[in-house]
């Protein structure tokens, strides 16, 4: 733990440029997130200077800003495994130290927490405060605002630090609205309001009272905080989010207050790599760079999912100006970028609003359009109310566009994909397909595009492996035998599971009929009857949970039908996988195609 409380202004700023520097170094070879977390380095230590990380909550919104505050507490040589496989976490994890208060991964949950905890407080009776450190990204999802409407009601002592690097709130308006601000948070501004207010109640008429309240409203108008005042939350600022002394100062003050305040820091993404120094996307998460020319060291390869993905939903755009689309907040994590480009009255980027983009395009599909929703699989699970109260009960043609989906590598738990096909298969109306390669994921966005009721699609991220069978057009609950065998084991394959199917089998001196599902609702049940009498050991290949998944859908199948088959899924076991290399994790798993033939009898 590297000791803050004692540090004066000028080695807390030499402190700043070496934390700094580690990050730089080493996100530069490893990759990782590196622009909000460069962004973030004096707000942190201003953090560990008046609060105690070992007791204080100190909760990061998403917490990919939170490299400062493992280097500071205690992990700075193992800084080097951030995100590696058994290494550290690129985002706070409980388990790797007391400092981390809880997991985090998606956005928009630190000011629910932090109220939870306050109540935990209060009713053990401890001064704790609870401190987070919040985006301004953050602040487009409704979460943020229940939170808020209950803490600004409730009163506990919450300090939220609103990092603000991209200037979506409200901009402050010079000088004056700056000293407004602290005037009006400030310790005598609130004392003589209370007393002002006190004494008004008690001596004047209510006319009085009406024009007092009228000119403290009309101050607060000034100033970029009235919607936090208006929800009970005290405002502080804007301050200089890399002035170390302002940080402390501010942040000292609305520690003091007992009560929740909003302290506003402007900040710079990528601040002391001038290279990334401003609103550049790509410097969001990285992988490896060249530090003097900033210059990624691009990786040779087959075109990835996502962007042939892209390239077919624009070929369907072109053709058909019904087909529309939205994403939250990951243009082009997503491939949506382009689209919003060309076609900028069709295609949308709501930000953080999953819940959002799932309803309006429900909306949209009522009205006769082909909405595609464009999404990870790991955020899909944040609108799963409404792709079950607003796609399905409704019956509406909404198409999931669902990348990254199976394991996605160094982000670890809080993004692995591997959970999409479990709660979307039992949901009524809903149907789910799976492209194995390239050519199939163009055709199926297009049985998707004019399928008329709920459709989800899932993807790799990265790139599919080249297989050379022939691609014919999507047929509703229709798979495909690839390869018939003569031995009695049949491989099913699901998405990108026929791969793994396929070099699996190249392993086994053995003739085995390989079947691409396509469907895992509705499931092709007259090709899996057929299937049955013919082989009696099935092996199901898919990137994704056991329980509920294509093994659990295929053995209610035979149930149904009272079918007696050996069924054996290599879908996930019951767990969250850890980050780390792809391939790493597939060894940790044991689903790589050697370990897994040497399970097939």
């Known amino acids: 733990m590297i000791e803050i409380k004692n540090k004066s202004i000028k080695e807390l700023e030499t402190l700043a440029q070496k934390i700094r520097d580690r990050i730089i170094d080493v996100v530069s070879r490893n990759g990782g997130h590196f622009s909000s977390t460069l962004g973030a380095v004096e707000l942190t230590i201003g953090m560990h200077k008046v609060f105690d990380s070992h007791y204080d909550p100190f909760i990061f919104d998403v917490s990919h800003q939170c490299y400062p505050h493992k280097l500071i507490t205690g ?16 985002f706070t994890k409980p388990k790797e130290s007391q400092s981390d208060y809880f997991v985090a991964g998606h956005s928009s949950t630190s000011i629910s927490l932090a109220v939870g905890a306050a109540k935990a407080n209060k009713l053990n009776g401890t001064n704790k405060v609870p401190v987070v450190m919040i985006g301004d990204g953050s602040m487009t999802a409704g979460m943020v605002y229940e939170a808020m409407n209950e803490l600004g009601d409730l009163k506990l002592p919450v300090v939220i630090i609103l990092n603000d690097n991209e200037m979506s709130i409200a901009k402050p308006i010079g000088a004056i609205s700056k000293y407004l601000s602290k005037l009006l948070a400030g310790k005598s501004y609130q004392g003589l309001k209370e007393r002002v207010d006190k004494f008004i109640r008690n001596n004047l008429p209510e006319g009085s009272l009406y024009l007092a309240k009228r000119f ?16 009970g939350i ?3 600022g804007p301050i200089d989010g890399h002035d170390i002394e302002e940080v402390i100062d501010t942040l000292t003050l609305a520690k003091n207050f007992g009560k929740p305040v909003i302290v506003h820091a402007r900040t710079v993404k990528g601040k002391g ?4 120094e401003g ?3 790509h410097w969001h998460g990285v992988g490896p760079f060249d530090v003097e020319s900033g210059s990624f060291i691009k990786k040779s390869g087959a075109k990835s999912a996502t962007a042939v993905f892209s390239d077919a939903l624009y070929e369907l ?18 491939g949506i970028d382009k689209l919003m480009k060309e076609f900028p009255a069709r295609f949308w980027d709501v930000a953080i609003a999953e819940q959002h983009a799932v ?11 082909k909405p595609f929703v464009t999404i990870y699989s790991t955020f899909l699970q944040r609108g799963f109310d409404q792709i079950i109260h607003d796609a399905c009960l409704m019956n509406l043609g909404v198409t999931f566009a ?11 738990e809080t993004h692995q994909g591997q959970f999409d096909i479990s709660f979307l298969r039992f949901l009524p109306n809903m149907t789910l397909v799976a492209p194995r390669d390239n050519k199939t994921l163009e055709l199926s966005l297009e049985f998707g595009a004019n399928l008329g009721t709920p459709c989800a699609i899932r993807y790799p991220r990265g790139s599919f492996k080249e297989l050379h069978f022939p691609s014919t057009p999507f047929i509703y609950g229709k798979g495909e035998i690839l390869h018939s065998g003569v031995s009695n084991i049949a491989f099913i394959g699901y998405g990108a599971g026929i791969s793994r199917a396929i070099d699996t089998a190249n392993h086994i001196h053995k003739d085995i009929t390989i079947v691409d599902l396509r469907f895992v609702k509705p499931l092709d049940r007259e090709l899996l009857k057929q299937l049955a009498l013919k082989t009696s050991k099935w092996y199901i290949f898919s990137d994704s949970q056991k329980q509920g998944g294509v093994g659990s859908a295929i053995l209610e199948f035979l149930n149904d039908e009272k079918l007696h088959i050996e069924l054996t899924s290599f879908e996930y076991d019951d767990l969250y996988v850890q980050h780390g290399d792809t391939k790493l994790l597939e060894e940790s798993l044991g689903i790589l195609p050697e370990q897994l033939a040497a399970k097939i009898d």
Do not use: C
């Open 75 to 90: 992990r700075w040589e193992e800084f080097e495994t951030i995100r590696q496989f058994g290494g550290l976490s690129g």
């Open 216 to 231: 403290e409203e009309s101050l607060k108008l000034i100033t970029p905080g009235m919607i936090f005042e208006e929800m």
């Open 234 to 236: 005290d405002y502080i």
């Open 273 to 276: 790599y001038a290279i990334a």
């Open 279 to 281: 609103q550049h996307e």
């Open 317 to 334: 755009a072109l053709k058909d100006p019904k087909v529309v689309g939205v994403t939250a907040a990951m243009p082009s994590g997503t």
């Open 359 to 369: 309803t309006s395009m429900a909306a949209m599909a009522k009205e006769g359009f």
């Open 402 to 412: 669902i990348d990254r989906a199976g394991l996605v590598g160094n982000d670890g």
